[in-house]
């Protein structure tokens, strides 16, 4: 029996190329296109660690983990291979020259090297120092030919642990099956199916793959080792027709394997349907739907199936148990579709109405609001700003945060227009999403909309770090004034938003450690000379930055940056300043407590005078002088 979970959010930050396994049971790695990788417990649903590449360099493949070596695995730019170890701050930029571009990287559990596939078609071996051998996959009149890697997986072959490498030939799909061991001799055989190869995955000792023609096939490795089949001789495979075909597949168990499909039932994406499979009786076993769009990889990790995408991480639990020989077999049968939850709010249901007229009038305002929304979200329907304001302007979105949610993923991915009003009239009712205000606010930078980012950090309750440092970064660099869109903000006052936001001083450290130095010099004066103005403000302003928030951010600037500060010698004159200054706060903050004890002394005194006093009083009033 097979029990599916319900699906939650383990991240919304946009951009997830793929996920892999952490150190501890529960620990997942994301990478991210914009070049950070971040350590997840599923337990706890938060994130735990995280690191980040500079700006100008990007992810190639998923980044991995170790555990013979301890350590993190990524490759920068196509052919930089880095790596790093648990407790470190930040990433090594010192990297490893790899001589080609990489695929994607293997880990074995018990081989003190890593596994690399290049594009080529080669397997390298590497070790933490970057030496280690290659082992060609193919021929070498094969490789002459150009062939195109299209996936990877590893198989545990009893007590080894193998690649599986899927590559096209000349239209011909082949695969290419060898042990990671620098002296392993790989096995090649041809695929016969119909159609191109849409993914594949390893469950157990057998290969599942899916295919344009509509067939999902089971072939077994075991056969594909051996050498009767090194001449490309058919092997065992079992057979499902699925309609529409699977684009994405993730093995579980011996036995089980997941696959995801598009969930279009209603003629727009919706999400992605994902169901468990037995590969005995190619029957179904469980089903859901998972409301993540465009889902690009579907893996299973400590117990959970994992759907990643470009707008985040969604994550149900899955369990398989062995009930029994025909309840196996038999599957689930007909699979009831789940019901999606409603967009909009029901109203109460009145005393005098039948509750199937409630049910059915329900019923109909979702589904108008479901048109509305496909029409609001479709770039075919509203193609133009005109059409796409006319149409959200056409009725109230709902207060819920899937279409919401929608709607701003539509208006951050639309190239050909920028709806800033769209945006605005969101955030003034508060109806962009938490998991998306770090997208919001990376879009406006990218567009150099000032005046959006200010609106977006007044009405969003919290900002991701990265995202943070990277608006700091930017902020800190712009003129004494901006003009914007026709506005004119002035560049303390975004500082002050800025620096006022809520933080993690244990995930703002990392990227905190990237920003350039002479922005950290910039932003010890700013903080600094507003230490020293704050005591002399009898009212605050408007964009007010508190003294508490100064001096955390003082203190974590000196402590992220101690190194840099302590032997740079032109840092010697901010850091007396700032010295000299939080003395003078120290000396004003004796001096007014002194001059607190005494007003209270003389309040408790005229207070007295007005009770009726008795034959005699004794007071004791405790004053420091």
């Given at each position: 029996m097979v029990y599916l979970g319900s699906a939650f959010t383990l991240s919304g930050r946009q951009g997830c190329i793929g996920a892999s396994a952490g150190k501890g049971e529960a620990e997942i790695v994301c990478s991210f296109t914009s070049g950070a990788v971040e350590v997840y417990n599923v337990h706890g649903q938060c994130c735990v660690r995280s690191w980040s590449l500079q700006s100008s360099d990007r992810l190639s493949c998923p980044a991995v983990y170790h555990h013979p070596s301890q350590r993190y695995f990524a490759v920068r730019n196509g052919q930089e291979l880095?790596?790093?170890?648990?407790?470190?701050?930040?990433?090594?930029?010192?990297?490893?020259?790899?001589?080609?571009?990489?695929?994607?990287?293997?880990?074995?559990?018990?081989?003190p090297w890593v596994g690399v596939i290049y594009h080529n078609g080669t397997l390298g071996l590497l070790e933490e120092d970057g030496r280690g051998g290659e082992v060609p996959l193919m021929g070498r009149a094969t490789r002459r030919t150009n062939p195109t890697v299209l996936a990877t997986d590893l198989w545990v072959c009893g007590r080894e642990e193998v690649a599986v490498v899927l590559y096209s030939l000349q239209g011909q799909?082949?695969?290419?099956?060898?042990?990671?061991?620098?002296?392993?001799?790989?096995?090649?055989?041809?695929?016969?199916?119909?159609?191109?190869?849409?993914?594949?995955?390893?469950?157990?000792?057998?290969?599942?793959?899916?295919?344009?023609?509509?067939?999902?096939?089971?072939?077994?490795?075991?056969?594909?080792?051996?050498?009767?089949?090194s001449q490309g001789t058919h092997s065992r495979q079992h057979t499902l027709t699925l309609s529409p075909s699977p684009t994405l597949l993730a093995g579980i168990s011996e036995h089980y394997f997941a696959l995801g499909q598009i969930d279009s039932s209603s003629g727009a994406e919706r999400g992605t349907i994902v169901s468990v499979w037995d590969t005995r009786y190619g029957t179904c076993q469980?089903?859901?739907?998972?409301?993540?769009?465009?889902?690009?990889?579907?893996?299973?990790?400590?117990?959970?199936?994992?759907?990643?995408?470009?707008?985040?991480?969604?994550?149900?639990?899955?369990?398989?148990?062995?009930?029994?020989?025909?309840?196996a077999a038999l599957g689930r049968g007909q699979v009831e579709t789940i019901k999606d939850s409603l967009l909009i709010?029901?109203?109460?249901?009145?005393?005098?109405?039948?509750?199937?007229?409630?049910?059915?009038?329900?019923?109909?305002?979702?589904?108008?609001?479901r048109a509305?929304?496909?029409?609001l979200t479709d770039p075919a329907k509203t193609p133009t700003l005109d059409s796409f304001m006319a149409q959200l302007q056409s009725r109230p979105l709902p207060p819920g945060g899937a279409g919401c949610a929608a709607v701003v993923r539509r208006v951050l991915g639309e190239k050909r227009f920028w709806a800033r009003k769209a945006l605005t009239e969101m955030l003034a009712q508060r109806l962009v999403p938490l998991s998306l205000t770090g997208d919001l606010l990376v879009s406006a930078l990218e567009r150099k909309d000032w005046p959006l980012v200010s609106m977006a950090l007044r009405h969003c309750e919290a900002v991701p770090e990265h995202d943070l440092v990277r608006l700091l970064q930017e902020t800190l660099s712009l003129p004494a004034e901006v003009k914007s869109y026709g506005a004119t903000l002035r560049k303390k006052h975004l500082l002050c938003?800025?620096?006022?936001?809520?933080?993690?001083?244990?995930?703002?450290?990392?990227?905190?450690?990237?920003?350039?130095?002479?922005?950290?010099?910039?932003?010890?004066?700013?903080?600094?000379?507003?230490?020293?103005?704050?005591?002399?403000?009898?009212?605050?302003?408007?964009?007010?930055?508190?003294?508490?928030?100064?001096?955390?951010w003082l203190g974590l600037l000196l402590d992220v940056h101690f190194a840099q500060l302590s032997l740079v010698p032109g840092a010697k004159h901010t850091l007396v300043a700032l010295q000299?200054?939080?003395?003078?706060?120290?000396?004003?903050?004796?001096?007014?407590?002194?001059?607190?004890?005494?007003?209270?002394?003389?309040?408790?005194?005229?207070?007295?005078?007005?009770?009726?006093?008795?034959m005699y009083q004794v007071e004791e009033l405790n004053v420091k002088v």
């Open positions: 880095l790596s790093w170890s648990e407790g470190a701050e930040a990433i090594d930029h010192t990297p490893q020259p790899l001589p080609t571009n990489v695929h994607s990287l293997l880990t074995p559990d018990s081989l799909c082949h695969i290419s099956l060898c042990a990671l061991r620098k002296d392993a001799t790989p096995t090649t055989t041809a695929l016969k199916a119909e159609g191109q190869l849409l993914c594949c995955c390893v469950c157990g000792s057998e290969l599942v793959s899916s295919w344009t023609s509509g067939n999902t096939l089971s072939t077994s490795l075991e056969q594909l080792c051996k050498p009767s089949h469980a089903r859901t739907t998972i409301a993540v769009q465009y889902t690009s990889q579907l893996c299973h990790l400590h117990g959970f199936l994992l759907a990643v995408g470009g707008e985040g991480v969604m994550v149900c639990s899955v369990g398989c148990e062995d009930g029994g020989v025909l309840s709010v029901p109203s109460w249901v009145q005393p005098d109405k039948d509750c199937g007229d409630w049910e059915e009038g329900t019923r109909q305002s979702d589904s108008e609001e509305f929304l496909a029409v938003q800025l620096l006022s936001q809520p933080r993690n001083d244990a995930l703002l450290q990392q990227p905190l450690s990237q920003l350039p130095f002479p922005l950290v010099m910039a932003l010890l004066e700013f903080l600094g000379s507003h230490v020293a103005m704050e005591a002399c403000l009898s009212s605050p302003p408007l964009h007010h930055l508190p003294q508490p928030a100064a001096l955390d000299q200054q939080i003395d003078d706060q120290v000396e004003l903050c004796e001096g007014l407590s002194l001059v607190q004890a005494l007003r209270d002394v003389q309040q408790k005194g005229s207070r007295s005078e007005e009770h009726s006093l008795h």
